[in-house]
């Protein structure tokens, strides 16, 4: 059964940093497709980034490129998102997801951005920002 489990969520000031972990048990990271979603009170789910495992290929919504970075640990089964100057605008509950592996093939960043791609999804983690 796979579970995927996220953390690191918070409050924090405009300016600041947080790290989101994802935890995958019941899942290997192998030929899959990654990624953070936020969803805001009364707006759809939205994707932030998202990652290839095989060759750290990497996709970004472009309101937050330059100031999060998506990345994983293999060995711990695990995903990150590091997200750097914060705006009130990124307050969301995030959301980690993963599909079903097997994929040989880059897809479109709509595709990898996504949350119609994805087949498993954590229970999300807050995150706060204030002015």
């Known amino acids: 059964q796979v579970q995927l489990v996220e953390s690191g969520g918070g409050s924090v000031q405009a300016g600041g940093s947080l790290r989101l972990s994802c935890a995958a048990s019941?899942?290997?990271?192998?030929?899959?497709?990654m990624g953070w979603f936020r969803q805001a009170p009364g707006k759809e789910r939205e994707g932030v980034a998202s990652?290839?495992?095989?060759?750290?290929?990497?996709y970004y919504a472009d309101s937050v490129k330059g100031r999060f970075t998506i990345s994983q640990d293999n060995s711990k089964n695990t995903l990150y998102l590091q997200m750097n100057s914060l705006k009130p605008e990124d307050t969301a509950m995030y959301y980690c997801?993963?599909?079903?592996?097997?994929?040989?093939?880059?897809?479109?960043?709509?595709?990898?951005?996504?949350?119609?791609?994805?087949?498993?999804w954590g229970q999300g983690t807050q995150v706060t920002v204030s002015s």
């Open positions: 990652m290839y495992s095989e060759d750290d290929y990497k």
């Open positions: 997801a993963a599909d079903s592996g097997g994929a040989s093939w880059r897809i479109p960043t709509s595709q990898a951005l996504s949350p119609l791609h994805y087949n498993y």
């Open positions: 019941g899942y290997k990271f192998s030929r899959a497709y």
